[in-house]
């Protein structure tokens, strides 16, 4: 009996570590491609979210209402980790010759960002 409490115990209680994801939903603006987007996401990537933990995938709705908006899903290992990455990425933003902001002048000049949210997986 002891084992079986113990297994379900396991089973069922909320496990200490848990990824977190960044949903980003976005409208590409006139004269910016998907092509030209998923370029600025890739060397967001091998810059500096390899620098920082934090991985950005781009989906395209297939079915749906938000057939027009590009879907940005970024990951990083945990809630701590999405924070201080966060951290950094808003920090340096001050500085218009940070890497940070001139990859966010990119991505501002050729989408425009309709909603975020972020999500604990478990």
Known sequence: MKKMILIAAMLFSAPAFANTIDVISSKLKPGCTFA????????????????????????????????????????????????????????ALANPNSTEAKLQTRFDACATQISRASYDTY
Not at 46 to 68: F, I
């Open 36 to 91: 030209t987007y998923m370029g600025i996401t890739k060397e967001f990537n091998d810059t500096w979210g390899k620098a920082h933990g934090y991985n950005a995938q781009l989906m395209l709705p297939v079915h749906g209402t938000d057939s027009g908006l590009v879907i940005w899903v970024g990951t990083t290992a945990s809630a701590e980790a999405f924070g201080k990455a966060w951290d950094v990425w808003r920090n």
